[in-house]
């Protein structure tokens, strides 16, 4: 048998699931996220949806068949796309950036399951700092089987409470341009190009050490690009389904902080209930794979020194996320979109030019 030519179906899901875990965090799963990035741009939002769902295609792909070809443990992602110097940066800048978005997170669980089920905030916010500890000393292997089960979980209940508020609400969608200027208010950026690109480099960009691991997980280059592919497909028809769901009750969530859970709520209360637990978890499976790339940055090798580094980053994060999550998500984010651009562009040309060198034909797949 060929390894290069077979693939295993169920390993196929299980990148994919991963791959979807890492884009399911407190952004996309409140819906903040989708409505600074997507819905604040009306009815231009499906034109940022479909760059997304190119970028996301082609440079997960990229990102896993890269990390699939270099197995050692050396391998140096950052360097093999933008060279030693500007590599060293983006090398130590990331860790920074994703210590960044886990504070967020953990800042945003506090606030979910105080909103929903009146757990004191900072009780809220230290319950998930311990789990995401824990859950990166049990292992990456053991890791992705975690977050590959929540992945498609997450997505199965957001294109439910998605799904039923546009049936419900379908009626409204010519209603959305008498809320632009309302909309407009979140937008991440001036223009809805740059925020289609922005979106684009702050996922790819942030994921770029876990998404290269899971290319090294994969048996062959096949099952990391077909993994990629579904991943990506699944997540932007989720969040295609939710942005229009959010854009239809632009009136009543464009301030809110979580609104995704008042459109689950909208629809029933227990379902809001069990919305909020789906946002933990959502929150819980980005952390989990961002503690990793953070530690890994680090320490290469499980150890004690290792373990105390990633109980001290989980308690520094816990000490930020003690902000307001929305006002966090609204300063970082953006910013660490407009930090990762060159880094993408290294990587679309890095995919340029291996074409150019090596034409499909000759590449085994």
Same mark, same amino acid.
């Given at each position: 048998?060929? &390894?290069?030519?077979?693939?295993?179906?169920?390993?196929?899901?299980?990148?994919?699931?991963?791959?979807?875990?890492?884009? *399911?965090?407190?952004?996309?799963?409140?819906?903040?996220?989708?409505?600074?990035?997507?819905?604040?741009?009306?009815?231009?939002?499906?034109?940022?949806?479909?760059?997304?769902?190119?970028?996301?295609?082609?440079?997960?792909?990229?990102?896993?068949?890269?990390?699939?070809?270099?197995?050692?443990?050396?391998?140096?992602?950052?360097?093999?796309?933008?060279?030693?110097?500007?590599?060293?940066?983006?090398?130590?800048?990331?860790?920074?950036?994703?210590? /960044?978005?886990?504070?967020?997170?953990?800042?945003?669980?506090?606030?979910?399951?105080?909103?929903?089920?009146?757990?004191?905030?900072?009780?809220?916010?230290?319950?998930?700092?311990?789990?995401?500890?824990?859950?990166?000393?049990?292992?990456?292997?053991?890791?992705?089987? #975690?977050?590959?089960?929540?992945?498609?979980?997450?997505? #199965?209940?957001?294109?439910?409470?998605?799904?039923?508020?546009?049936?419900?609400?379908?009626?409204?969608?010519?209603?959305?341009?008498?809320?632009?200027?309302? /909309?407009?208010?979140?937008?991440?950026?001036?223009?809805? *190009?740059?925020?289609?690109?922005?979106?684009?480099?702050?996922?790819?960009?942030?994921?770029?050490?876990?998404?290269?691991?899971?290319?090294?997980?994969?048996?062959?280059?096949?099952?990391?690009?077909?993994?990629?592919?579904?991943?990506?497909?699944?997540?932007?028809?989720?969040?295609?389904?939710?942005?229009?769901?959010?854009?239809?009750?632009?009136?009543?969530?464009?301030?809110?902080? *979580?609104?995704?859970?008042?459109?689950?709520?909208?629809?029933?209360?227990? /379902?809001?209930?069990?919305?909020?637990?789906?946002?933990?978890?959502?929150?819980?499976?980005?952390?989990?794979?961002?503690?990793?790339?953070?530690?890994?940055?680090?320490?290469?090798?499980?150890?004690?020194?290792?373990?105390?580094?990633?109980?001290?980053?989980?308690?520094?994060?816990? #000490?930020?996320?003690?902000?307001?999550?929305?006002?966090?998500?609204?300063?970082?984010?953006?910013?660490?979109?407009?930090?990762?651009?060159?880094?993408?562009?290294?990587?679309?040309?890095?995919?340029?030019?291996?074409?150019?060198?090596?034409?499909?034909?000759? *590449?085994? &797949?």
């Amino acid at each position: 048998m060929d &390894i290069h030519t077979k693939c295993n179906p169920k390993a196929v899901l299980r990148i994919a699931g991963a791959f979807i875990a890492w884009m *399911i965090g407190s952004g996309f799963a409140t819906g903040q996220e989708i409505l600074q990035f997507f819905s604040s741009y009306g009815y231009v939002s499906y034109g940022i949806i479909i760059l997304n769902l190119l970028g996301f295609v082609v440079l997960g792909q990229i990102l896993l068949v890269t990390g699939n070809e270099h197995q050692e443990s050396t391998f140096d992602h950052f360097t093999y796309y933008c060279g030693k110097k500007l590599g060293r940066v983006y090398s130590w800048l990331v860790p920074v950036t994703l210590f /960044l978005i886990i504070s967020v997170m953990i800042s945003a669980s506090g606030f979910t399951l105080t909103e929903y089920f009146g757990v004191n905030r900072h009780l809220g916010s230290a319950l998930m700092a311990f789990m995401v500890v824990g859950a990166y000393l049990v292992g990456f292997e053991k890791l992705v089987k #975690i977050v590959s089960f929540i992945g498609p979980i997450i997505i #199965i209940f957001a294109l439910l409470v998605g799904a039923v508020t546009v049936v419900k609400d379908f009626g409204n969608f010519t209603d959305i341009a008498h809320y632009k200027d309302t /909309l407009a208010l979140s937008k991440s950026s001036p223009n809805w *190009i740059l925020s289609a690109v922005l979106y684009l480099s702050l996922c790819l960009f942030t994921a770029s050490t876990y998404y290269t691991a899971l290319g090294k997980s994969a048996t062959n280059k096949k099952e990391a690009k077909l993994g990629a592919t579904l991943g990506a497909v699944v997540f932007v028809l989720a969040l295609a389904i939710m942005n229009t769901a959010i854009m239809l009750n632009a009136k009543e969530i464009s301030n809110l902080a *979580i609104p995704t859970l008042y459109l689950a709520s909208k629809i029933s209360y227990v /379902l809001g209930g069990m919305f909020s637990v789906i946002l933990v978890l959502g929150m819980f499976s980005s952390c989990s794979t961002m503690m990793w790339s953070v530690c890994s940055r680090f320490y290469t090798e499980s150890n004690q020194g290792n373990r105390i580094f990633a109980i001290a980053v989980g308690i520094a994060a816990l #000490i930020l996320g003690q902000f307001s999550f929305s006002k966090l998500l609204g300063i970082f984010y953006p910013f660490i979109g407009y930090v990762g651009l060159i880094y993408i562009g290294c990587v679309v040309w890095k995919g340029i030019k291996k074409k150019r060198e090596f034409p499909p034909q000759q *590449i085994p &797949i």
